[in-house]
């Protein structure tokens, strides 16, 4: 059912609102009367649809009346229709500019009131359809928001949770050979050092970080007597040792996780040398993944400067004597003249991620080395 219509009538001679009452009702509209401007501002409410505003009131006449419905009260927007007996064109430009939508003549006519009131009512009507609609919209507008904003924060938790995932799945692979987290954290920061030296895509520094981490994922499918036999390999052992680049990425090679299928490049190609030398394919130079060259640098300089069950550490000046030597032959010599040149980061990740049980001495980031492989395994 349709509701009524509830106008104010604003008038200061109680004939003139008794008149209007009977009108309005008989049109099928609900009527308030006031007698003046003050008790006009009061009396507003949402409910009203209309007001009729007398011109000549005292006090607070209409022309102030409505003005002061437009700028002070809760409902500008309603139609105001001034009912008067000016017909100066001067006076009704003032009643404009002051707020009116219209203007009905006294003596009031019944056919011109319906006329002017049907469509003012119309207007308001409209536009009150709009201020709904614009309400529902903001309403879900809003409510999208917070959909987004709790989707937002469940992504985040579900990539903090993967991230850990892969970090806990390479320390447990590290565990078997390094005893330590340290190795993976250095690691695969001096991945993600080489890739900002680059300048390679903002994007690609977390896949590169993390992808990075799980470079040895595959040592789980070596066995035990192998991965940690403290002398040196045999022929039948070392073969067995090149396995693990191929396990780690049929482990990783075929995941659905962009940072897993990451992974599965960094495993296959971090024993790979640019002289075509390393393992498992022999690919040399820029045939090579990118991934791989960087992660073969980060890998062994890791190697050298850290304390194995099998090696005792490097310092840092040797490990690059020694990593220099590889240039061109081990390594990529853009790449290893990029993480050479960066010794101030270089130190800044050791101290950050250094392996607690390694004390270095005064003056050197590690401890004096003793004969030991310029290389992982």
């Given at each position: 059912m349709k509701r009524r219509k509830r106008v104010l009538v604003v008038d200061d001679e109680a004939s003139n609102r008794e008149l209007l009452e009977a009108l309005l009702t008989s049109l099928g509209?609900?009527?308030?009367?006031?007698?003046?401007?003050?008790?006009?501002l009061a009396k507003l409410d949402p409910s009203h649809d209309l007001v009729l505003l007398d011109v000549m009131m005292p006090g607070i006449d209409g022309f102030e009346t409505a003005?002061?419905?437009?700028?002070?009260?809760?409902?500008?927007?309603?139609?105001?229709?001034m009912v008067t007996v000016l017909s100066d064109k001067e006076e009704r430009l003032r009643a404009v500019e002051a707020?009116?939508?219209?203007?009905?003549?006294k003596p009031v006519d019944k056919t011109e009131l319906r006329v002017?009131?049907?469509?003012?009512?119309?207007a308001k009507e409209a536009q009150d359809t709009i201020k709904r609609y614009l309400a529902r919209l903001e309403a879900g507008i809003a409510e999208l928001r917070q959909s987004l904003e709790r989707t937002k924060k469940a992504r985040e938790k579900t990539h903090e949770a993967h991230l850990e995932t892969i970090e806990r799945l390479a320390i447990a692979a590290e565990h078997r050979d390094h005893d330590s987290a340290y190795h993976v954290r250095r690691m695969s920061h001096y991945c993600e050092l080489i890739a900002r030296k680059l300048n390679l895509p903002a994007a690609e520094y977390e896949v590169i970080l993390?992808?990075?981490?799980?470079?040895?994922?595959?040592?789980?499918?070596?066995?035990?007597?192998?991965l940690f036999k403290k002398g040196k390999l045999g022929e039948e052992e070392r073969d067995i040792m090149k396995r693990h680049p191929l396990i780690g990425a049929r482990i990783l090679g075929d995941a659905t996780s962009e940072l897993l299928r990451a992974g599965g490049v960094f495993a296959l190609a971090h024993h790979e040398k640019w002289d075509g030398s390393g393992y498992p394919h022999g690919r040399a130079g820029e045939n090579i993944p990118l991934w791989g060259r960087?992660?073969?640098?980060?890998?062994?300089?890791?190697?050298?400067t850290s304390r194995r069950h099998y090696k005792e550490p490097f310092p840092n000046d040797e490990a690059f004597r020694i990593m220099h030597e590889g240039r061109g032959t081990h390594f990529d010599p853009k790449l290893l003249d990029l993480f050479l040149g960066s010794t101030d980061e270089i130190e800044a990740i050791q101290d950050k991620y250094r392996d607690p049980a390694i004390k270095p001495l005064p003056g050197e980031t590690m401890?004096?080395?003793?004969?030991?492989?310029?290389?992982?395994?």
């Open positions: 509209h609900d009527v308030d009367m006031v007698a003046d401007g003050s008790a006009a003005r002061r419905i437009r700028k002070e009260s809760s409902f500008p927007d309603i139609p105001i229709c707020g009116a939508n219209d203007f009905i003549s002017r009131t049907a469509s003012l009512l119309r993390h992808g990075s981490s799980m470079h040895d994922i595959g040592k789980i499918g070596i066995v035990d007597r192998i960087i992660a073969a640098i980060a890998d062994v300089f890791d190697a050298l401890s004096p080395r003793i004969p030991a492989p310029a290389k992982p395994r």
